[in-house]
């Protein structure tokens, strides 16, 4: 069984599926560019049903890594958002 890059194996429950649905909200309000170029690293991963929380912030830093220029020109600020967002707001994360 072949998957996705960033893709996980395991079953999502509910809190998963609320991470999701903010972190796919953070996503949107990334600049046109950074969104493009997020989804074609990730072979489409924010538009998944459900996504590991683990896996996005790999994705993350992958991506931040190769693309570093282009998240630093294009808006830091909207991309270190999101980033912020994807680890402050894990479902495993305490209160």
Known sequence: M???PYRSIRV???T???YT???KKKFNDLPPILKQEFQLFTDYLMSDECISS???LDAIRDFYKK???ICDKTSYNSWKLFDDKAFNYRPWQCC
Request: hydrophobic share 30%.
């Open 2 to 4: 072949s998957l996705k």
């Open 12 to 14: 999502f429950d509910e």
């Open 16 to 18: 998963d599926k609320k």
């Open 21 to 23: 649905d903010v972190l």
């Open 54 to 56: 683990y896996q996005l």
């Open 67 to 69: 693309n570093k220029e």
